[in-house]
């Protein structure tokens, strides 16, 4: 079992990372919260959601059950009303723990609706993707899509502890793993070179169609956990540093938008995001040639895409005004100094990263 400190000047918590948690957690840390209520969703409720409700029913909660629709497409503020509903027909006070069972789209709109509801309530999160584990369910981030963006309806509350069985990755198929992975690569592109030559030996383990390698896993889950608590410790609402954790997604997130959130996942689109953050870098001889090449080969390597061919590019460029780095017309993008280093950058040349766009876009 491994353990990663969070202290943010709003909360501290700590994430359990292991397996058969239930011996490992307690509930009870957290205060007097006589009503749990699971938040999942129709895939994982079927696979997880009775053993944490009987875990919570053991625990003396009285437990509630709520399944999202699956999809991206959900997570939106309609959705997001319909949870708040289900909690006022029932009555649920303010002494209700929510728990967020599920992948990063259950997480952020869980986590939105325990910001409001009542003016907020606390809640768990219990990451059930490797995209979630290592990113999502960590640093408060919780929000909803609105048409004309993503993530642009939410707010910064911290959970009060990420619990995280590394066990639910076996009935990740390996596609979502993959997605996982690219935020995996983000944090070694941003913060650790080391941590990803590490990751470029262990290539083939972390890919294991049938095989969870559960002691690299927890070593993989933690490392990111612990880069990601450094950076959100030192900038908990991203006045600064912590825009570093979005590298790949301004322009990621504008290849999700236009596709409709229907043809890349998450993890997909930011892998195509960082490849073309890195060509710009490249452009503008701020990255070497090299290393642009090693960042899309690993990409490749892990069988993720490093182009979205055919998609249109002045779409996903008009997409990346909608980014909330963005102030007026300047974009701000985190662009790669170094293996391992990156900067945070603004007022960048529109034909440059049009350019960028061009080489993993259009036809
Ligand atoms: P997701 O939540 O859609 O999960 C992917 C798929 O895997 C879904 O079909 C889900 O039902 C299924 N699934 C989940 N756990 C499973 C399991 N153990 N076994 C089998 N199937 C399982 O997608 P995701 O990649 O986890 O999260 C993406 C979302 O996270 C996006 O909305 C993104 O914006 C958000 N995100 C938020 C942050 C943040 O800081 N809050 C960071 C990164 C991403
Ligand atoms: N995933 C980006 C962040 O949490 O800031």
Redesign the pocket.
Known sequence: MKIVEVNTPSANYQITIGRDLFDMVNIDLFGDYPDVVIVSNTTVFPLYGSQWADYFTQCGKRVYTYQLPDGEEYKTFATAEQVLTFLLKHKLSRKTLLVALGGGVVGDLAGFVATIYLRGIPFIQIPTTLLAQV??SV?G?VAVNHELGKNMIGAFYQPKAVWTDLDTLRTLDLRERRAGLAEVIKYGIIWDGEFLNFLATKRKDLLLEKEIVTDLFAYVVARCCEI?SEV?SQDED?RGI?AV??FGHTIGHAIERATNYRVYRHGEAVAIGMVAVCRLAYQLKCFSKSEFEYVKRLVNDFGLPTDCKGISVDEIFNGIFHDKKTVGDKVTFVLPKKLGEVEIVSGIDEGEIKQAIEYVAGT
């Open positions: 990113d999502s640093g981030k990601k959100v991203e912590r954790l979005n």
